[in-house]
């Protein structure tokens, strides 16, 4: 504990970009714009208030080139030249969140506490952050993250909500306990199906009753070996932004199943039913529709695993070499479930195939790194694609997959434009 | 005659708590001149706050903005939100960024129905309030500002968006 205490000290001397308006001119300022700013008495210190946001300062704790796409609530991208290291920075994870995250003074991760309950257990039981490291079994692995709205940005018709490009993705190492411990531990039942969470960020209404967002997977996945409650990336704790001081972590689920700033988990009989489990989010239609269809929701499914992807991340794009030079490529590739079993290159838009070489994952989860020459044959414009296939043959595809209303799952091939001179 | 008399007496005693409650004011002034020293930017920002839009940072306790968003204008766009500015301007700042940020509008592209099926959806689980006769105007300006264009299957890459390097391999 004396080591979690000491380093959260650092991070929380990390002064946030901003100060902030006081209540009362946050409300003066919604009269003077002629609008009703609702809930103005519950709005948070932490952000910006009527779009005075563009701010590009850096975000606390996270690497000042992250593209942000949006600061209330904040949501950053890492462009993919940034994301070359074997195992994401913490600096460089990607920041989704759909609330206002607990104001960071008021996190003691001595007292945080983390409650059970729901049909699936047999008691109600509640366990400290220490408590919990005390008591079960410690597991580290490195686990790949990916929104599930990564790739948003290319489909057409447009889909609404934050235009992710190839950014949303990151593979730390994350420390924890065994979500599987910590349910027995609480007497999980038979008719267990679902698990869901409750995390401390806030509504950006300021609706002090409004959840957020509560997420979770099924039993089968909440089970499985790697599925954490984690309160370390690479071997600090958390960042603030990606849930400090506990959180879910689920490798190849969407990351909107991986609670945040983690306070309650639920053990359901039935699908659970928080907010954005249902409707249009984190969901995909049951059945392919052409572009633009308007699928009702009970036509609609949960995404599971995420699909095979992989990101080229170096060069970064817009590299000018000589005929005479050997480009090197290098990146990672990964997928939601079994693993990734080639990565090819393309220099041609596709017409001909070349394989890279490509390591194992060092756990079930992790992305596998791949590499490659390229010898070009003449000067010219060039696009360097990659594709990743499975072990089931399952492949990349080039153009856009099926398009869906909310745009989740472009696995689109990644692309870098390369001009030899 | 070794006592004063008692009305002389009482007028100097008066004179010394005259004396004693100005030296108090002095002293009181001299201690909020050291406050206003020590910390004058923040005590200065309890009567600029409520008259100055600005997001303070924590480098400039203090960034100015004018209330008149045309003053604020290149290029057409509103350079603190990066909202078009444009008739309806006013109703779409307003309003959404009551609750989240520009940023949110100006990265979507979507239909007129589409940006009221986004209404919809905000009024229904977002806690978004009833537009009344202000959802024409905040419709108008977003359907006309940030339609979609037609990428076909997928966009080519952005090539005069891409910034050149010569990459150094040697």
Known sequence: MAKTASSSSS??????????????????????????????KYLPPGLALLGLDNDQASLPGKHP?????????????????????????????????????PQQKNIDPATWTLSLSGEGISKTISFTLPELQAQFEHHSYQLTLECGGNGRKEFNPPAKGNQWSTGAIGCPLWTGVRLRDVLAAAGLRSKAVYVGYYGRDTHLSGDPAKVVISRGVPIAKALEDQSLIAWAMNGEPLPWLNGYPLRLVFGGYPASCSGKW??????????????????????????PVAPGTKVPDEEMCIIEEMPIKSLITFPKTGATIRLDQELPIRGHAW??????????????????WQECSLEDAVNPYAWQHFSARIRFPEKGYYEVWVKATDTNGIAQPMLLPGWNPRGYLNNACHRIAIRIA | MNKLPYDIKKAWLQILELVLSMSKLFLLGAVMFLMYLLAGNSISSWWTLETVPVVSSTNSPIR?????????????????????????????????TACHSAKLVTQNRATRAGWLEMIRWMQASQGLWDLGDKEKPILDYLAKHYAPEDIGRRAALPVTEIEWYILDLD
């Open chain 1, 11 to 40: 991070s929380l001397s990390q002064v946030p970009r901003r100060t902030f308006l006081g209540r009362t001119s946050r409300v003066a300022l919604g009269s003077l714009l002629g609008s009703k700013v609702v809930f103005a």
């Open chain 1, 65 to 101: 080139e992250l593209t942000i796409l949006n600061d209330r609530p904040v949501n950053a991208e890492t462009p993919a030249h940034l994301l070359d290291d074997q195992l994401t920075p913490a600096d460089k994870l990607f920041v989704r969140n759909n609330g206002i995250p």
């Open chain 1, 262 to 287: 983690l306070s309650k988990i639920v053990v359901r009989d039935r699908v659970h039913d928080g907010p954005k489990m249902g409707g249009q989010s984190y969901r995909v239609p049951c059945k």
């Open chain 1, 335 to 352: 997928v939601g479930q079994g693993a990734v079993h080639k990565v090819s290159y393309s220099i041609d838009f596709g017409a001909s």
């Open chain 2, 64 to 96: 100015g903005a004018s209330w008149d968003p045309a003053a604020e204008v290149k290029n057409g766009i509103h350079t603190p939100t990066g909202l078009v500015y444009a008739e309806g301007f006013e109703w779409v700042r307003a309003t959404c």
